[in-house]
């Protein structure tokens, strides 16, 4: 078991009996409307944990099936049965700490935080650190992603509360936004001891269950607030201010960035740096010795300053514009730096040790980049063009690696997410595609533009988000058309299955003569068929039409006995009328109706005569020949689809399949893989005759249990159902893609591969 849940546990103050009265004293003040705003968001964070606690039981399971050996199967029961034990007592205390954040904004001085963190050096780091580093960064993922994703619902928020308050509310310590919700969960997991993966298993479920559906907590509580006449008129997204307790990074305080207010650090930020180059410095053999890192400063020592560094770093960015190609890593980027010293006059000074490990950093997380699966070719190469302007950020801005709201970072990411969906067709098409020309131009200017003002990043970021939104809409019509069109077949297909199970219960162990038989088959079914799809099975309609058929066919197979006959002589006209309103009201062909019911006058007038002429039963009630007519006649919505041009067609029909059911045993891992996957799922998907397609799972259709997935103009190109998609699965058609993102996962892998690499 990971220490780190002792140690969070060590550095948790508890709270006193006073204060805990305390706190519930500042709760009982509350205004009314912030009293109502915390039951509101607790209602919703309640559910939210729920299905939190569930998942990660399944989740922690199936890490345990699928374990390589004793230990690591051992380790993850373990967790489960941790996690189980301690579900109602980290609740608990979650809730605690976010009624400690409404408390203080009544009373700050009440509830001051008295936590002493640790010191960090190199003599006492061991694994709990490195644990550690790895889950501050995954909560500064999530809080970062939040803020960012559902900014100004945030900020409306923030500003209403502020209203009702003594204290200055503000994002950070807003007691329902991303930073309090996230530390309080975080802090309230530290007494589950469990392994670190383990850790990062619920941090990750946390963040899909619960970060990220914050915005549709916030829409409520705005609206609540609104309600109560708390600034009902806000609109657009304010700027709220925000208390800044942060000192400028050394050596570059007078830089552009430090102006823009991206280079200034704060101790957290500065934290993942210096715990990334001790664990860079374990890879390089501890040849520096003991102690903590050097401090991350510029101009230290007798190697080249940072400012030296990034004027460097410009001239190689301009080299690698002209040479059209990105740099593979981080020896390349430094022997062309080396180079360009030697050109300047000055080859025998070095790179300063701390630019160094930023180099190799950056460096390492393009490199992943580069072998991403979940990105084509072509884009890749690309976004591995932004490495050295990445570099000079990071040199500039020693925070940036603990940054997640950094523009740099958050264009690298954008383009990435975009990019996901997007498919190399040949650099022909290349040119031309709208989306590879907006990531080429916007990498192309960062190349040109960029020298030390990072608000280049921040431009190019909204205009291609304006970009991208502009796609997304036009991609969502087509899909929801998409989506609409499967979902009317769906509802058709069922319709039609209940007619037919209808009629044929009508029709069993009777034989049906054959001019009833056709009226049945090729045009009453037709008017069942529209009746059930409009109002239901269950509607009056739907049930008169089927009296109709009963009598129908009761009147052309009953024995004529005295009886029979003259209630075969009341009911026939009536019957008829029945039966051609019906048809006219489904505009039926009136010649082909003309020529049933003479078919069927006749069959009755012979039956009353005692000329009985019986066919052979039907095949089918309602054959699938009639099923167009009928269907024609649905509403115009229900039948709208897209008319593509015929390039788009031809390559939707290649794609377009439905993955055969294998009758080979399907294992449970996959499908219960299928049972979690959620709307939106990005895949590449290998067909028969070897060629892939990217594609984005749209809907499940539930009636007819189809998967409807789509490509990246939301062009329908492939349907599957639950099973068949575990079959694919598992052999390999169908691939998920990470769609987390690029800048944090390319980040988290170099985490890995140097805590691999010490043999941690």
Not at 199 to 222: A, C, I, P, T
Not at 641 to 656: F, I, K, N, R
Request: hydrophobic share 40%; glycine share 6%; charged share 25%.
């Amino acid at each position: 078991m990971s220490s780190s849940g002792s140690k969070n546990r060590e550095n948790v103050v508890p709270l006193k009996p006073e204060q805990k009265r305390s706190a519930e004293a500042a709760l009982a003040r509350m205004p009314a409307p912030m009293h109502q705003l915390r039951e509101k968001s607790r209602m919703q964070l309640q559910v939210m944990l729920r299905d939190l606690f569930d998942k990660a039981d399944d989740a922690l399971f199936e890490l345990a099936d699928k374990a390589t050996n004793n230990h690591e199967q051992n380790l993850f029961f373990d967790s489960m049965r941790q996690v189980r034990l301690r579900r109602k007592e980290t609740e608990a205390e979650f809730f605690r700490r976010i009624d400690i954040g409404f408390a203080r904004l009544l009373s700050p001085e009440s509830f001051a935080d008295r936590v002493e963190e640790p010191e960090v050096s190199l003599d006492n780091m061991a694994l709990v650190e490195n644990d550690e580093l790895e889950e501050m960064v995954a909560s500064e993922t999530m809080v970062n992603r939040a803020s960012e994703q559902f900014a100004e619902k945030l900020q409306h928020l923030t500003l209403r509360m502020d209203q009702l308050v003594p204290a200055k509310v503000y994002l950070k310590n807003n007691p329902v936004g991303p930073e309090v919700i996230c530390q309080g969960f975080v802090a309230a997991a530290g007494a589950i001891e469990i392994d670190v993966k383990a850790r990062l298993v619920l941090f990750k479920l946390f963040d899909r269950q619960v970060m990220s559906q914050l915005g549709e907590v916030y829409e409520l509580l705005n609206q609540q607030l609104i309600d109560a006449n708390i600034l009902p008129s806000m609109r657009g997204t304010p700027k709220v201010q925000r208390e800044q307790h942060r000192k400028p990074a050394p050596g570059a305080a007078d830089s552009d960035a430090a102006q823009a207010g991206y280079g200034e650090m704060d101790e957290g930020s500065e934290q993942v740096l210096l715990q990334l180059r001790e664990l860079l410095q374990g890879q390089r053999g501890g040849a520096q010795g003991s102690g903590a890192p050097a401090p991350a400063a510029a101009g230290q020592g007798s190697g080249l300053s940072s400012q030296d560094v990034l004027s460097l770093l410009s001239m190689a960015q301009q080299r690698t514009v002209e040479r059209g190609q990105p740099l593979a890593s981080a020896s390349e980027v430094k022997s062309l730096l080396s180079g360009l010293l030697a050109q300047s006059g000055a080859p025998n000074k070095d790179i300063n040790q701390v630019d160094e490990d930023v180099i190799n950093l950056v460096s390492m997380m393009f490199e992943f980049i580069l072998e991403d699966r979940s990105l084509a070719a072509p884009m890749k190469a690309l976004l591995a063009r932004l490495q050295i302007p990445m570099i000079k950020v990071a040199i500039a801005d020693k925070s940036f690696f603990g940054k997640g709201g950094h523009p740099a970072r958050r264009l690298l990411n954008e383009m990435a997410t975009a990019a996901l969906g997007w498919q190399d067709t040949g650099e022909e098409n290349r040119v031309k595609d709208a989306l590879y020309r907006k990531v080429d131009e916007t990498v192309g200017r960062v190349l040109a533009d960029y020298s030390k003002d990072v608000s280049i990043f921040e431009v190019l970021l909204l205009e291609f988000r304006a970009f991208q939104e502009k796609e997304k809409r036009r991609a969502k019509i087509l899909e929801q058309r998409t989506i609409d069109a499967e979902d009317g077949k769906a509802k058709s297909q069922r319709a039609r299955a209940e007619v037919d199970a209808a009629l044929a219960e009508i029709t069993a162990g009777v034989e049906v003569p054959h001019a009833a038989a056709q009226l049945l088959a090729a045009a009453w079914s037709n008017a069942m068929f529209i009746t059930c799809l409009k109002e239901g099975a269950d509607s009056e309609a739907f049930e008169a039409q089927l009296n109709t058929a009963r009598d129908l066919v009761w009147s052309t197979t009953a024995t004529m006995d005295t009886e029979n006959r003259q209630k075969l002589l009341k009911l026939v006209p009536g019957l008829l009328a029945r039966l051609r309103k019906g048809l006219e009201d489904i505009a039926f062909n009136p010649y082909q109706m003309g020529q049933m019911f003479k078919a069927l006058e006749k069959l009755h007038l012979d039956i009353l005569r005692g000329k009985v002429e019986v066919s052979p039963p039907p095949q089918q009630t309602a054959t699938e020949e009639n099923a167009p007519a009928a269907e024609s006649q649905m509403e115009p919505s229900d039948n709208l689809v897209p008319e593509p041009t015929l390039a788009e067609q031809a390559h939707a029909d290649a794609m377009v399949e439905l993955v055969p059911e294998s009758e080979d045993f399907l294992d449970t891992q996959h499908l219960a893989l299928v049972s979690n996957l959620t709307q939106g799922s990005w895949f590449e998907m290998t067909t028969d005759s070897g060629d892939k397609c990217r594609c984005r799972l749209a809907a499940i259709i539930k009636p007819t249990g189809k998967y409807i997935f789509v490509n990246r103009t939301g062009m329908k190109v492939a349907e599957q159902t639950r099973e068949g998609l575990a079959c694919a699965l598992r052999d390999g058609k169908m691939q998920l893609l990470d769609d987390g993102m690029l800048f944090d996962r390319a980040l988290e892998s170099v985490i890995g591969s140097l805590r691999q690499s010490r043999g941690v």
